[in-house]
C-alpha cells in the first residue's frame, strides 16, 4: 500500500481536487483507493469530528467507509501546532490509515495547509510521500 499525503503551504490551493482527481485516476486503472483527512482544524475542542470535503471525496470515489473514519482527528490550531510532540495523535492517525489501508493499493491522504511542522511529522506518522500544491504567481 502506498500513502500520499498532499498539503499546501497556503490556502486554497487545491488541495482536495488533486486528492479527488489522483484517486479517481487510479480507481480508473483498476486500484483500490482509500480517502482521509487526517486532520481537520476545529474552532473549539468540542467539535464534531466531520468536514464537507471529506464527504465530497467519499461520495465521489463512491468510498464505503463511514463519514467519521474519514477524519479521525479534530484539534484546534493549538491543537495542530503541538502536535509533533504528542504521542496519542500519532497513536490515532497511525490506525486510522491502518484501517482504511486494508486491502486498499493507495491512500490518499487531504492534508493541512500552512502547517509545515505538523504536516511533515503526519507524513512520517505514516510512512507517505508528500506532495506539495502551491500556486505560482507571476510578478
Not at 486554497?12 to 479517481?24: D, S, V, Y
Not at 484539534?75 to 491502518?98: D, F, I, R
Request: net charge positive; hydrophobic share 40%.
Amino acid at each position: 500500500m502506498v500513502a500520499i499525503y498532499i498539503t499546501s503551504p497556503n490556502g486554497p490551493e487545491g488541495k482536495t481536487t488533486l486528492c479527488i482527481g489522483l484517486a479517481r485516476k487510479w480507481q480508473q486503472a483498476g486500484k483500490k483507493v482509500g480517502y482521509i483527512k487526517p486532520v481537520v482544524i476545529a474552532a473549539t475542542e468540542q467539535a464534531t469530528h466531520g468536514d464537507e470535503d471529506a464527504d465530497f471525496a467519499r461520495r465521489v470515489l463512491g468510498l464505503a467507509e463511514p463519514a467519521e473514519s474519514l477524519c479521525p482527528l479534530s484539534l484546534t490550531a493549538q491543537g495542530v501546532a503541538a502536535l509533533p510532540k504528542q504521542p496519542v495523535p500519532e497513536q490515532k492517525l497511525v490506525k486510522a490509515c491502518s484501517d482504511m489501508a486494508a486491502g486498499k493499493d493507495v491512500v490518499v491522504l487531504d492534508g493541512l495547509t500552512g502547517q509545515g511542522d505538523a504536516s511533515a511529522t503526519i507524513a512520517r506518522w505514516l510512512g507517505a510521500k508528500t506532495i506539495i500544491v502551491a500556486h505560482h504567481r507571476a510578478n
